[in-house]
């Protein structure tokens, strides 16, 4: 008896939990935008937005970003039957692109990580190929400000280079 009881309340109560959450609030509330950015709130008013404090099931909102950002993570999220919005465990933010010139190197090679765009927080590895040397740092980092760290390295002939490893 103690394992049906068990049973019926490991199973049902997250299910009637969720039912009463859904008939209470018949939706998702409003959710912030990330820093630097906003929302865009499809077939709502301005006066719409101002005064709305739960949006409907299956409606989708939209993240923006202001001047040259752009979204890393969910660009858009839904509202889900359990009152949830779509993908919360990811961060959406609003970041600074850095140059894409840094992202290649004459007579050498440039791995970025994490790939994608070039944005905060984005680093570059550079190495040569045989046969040249670098000259400047090997590594740079995309700042908060959308600029790289350190000067763009340069791959230099080696007058050394037999070509032996």
Not at 28 to 40: E, K, Q
Not at 48 to 55: A, N
Not at 77 to 92: A, E, F, H, V, Y
Request: glycine content about 10%; proline content about 7%.
């Amino acid at each position: 008896m103690e394992q049906l009881l068990f049973l019926i309340i490991f199973y049902l109560l997250p299910t009637l939990i969720s039912s009463i959450h859904n008939s209470t609030t018949g939706g998702c509330a409003i959710i912030r935008p990330p820093r630097d950015g906003g929302i865009r709130y499809r077939g709502l008013t301005q006066e719409q937005i101002r005064s709305v404090q739960i949006l409907p099931e299956d409606y989708e909102i939209e993240y923006i970003c202001r001047g040259s950002r752009i979204i890393v993570g969910p660009k858009v999220r839904k509202c889900l039957r359990n009152g949830t919005w779509t993908d919360m465990n990811q961060l959406s933010r609003c970041l600074l692109v850095c140059p894409r010139s840094w992202m290649s190197l004459e007579n050498g090679r440039v791995a970025l990580q994490p790939p994608g765009q070039p944005v905060e927080g984005t680093v570059l590895r550079y190495s040569c190929h045989a046969g040249f040397l670098l000259e400047g740092f090997s590594i740079s980092h995309c700042t908060k400000l959308g600029k790289w760290d350190s000067p763009k390295p340069l791959c230099v002939y080696d007058r050394n280079y037999t070509g032996k490893t």
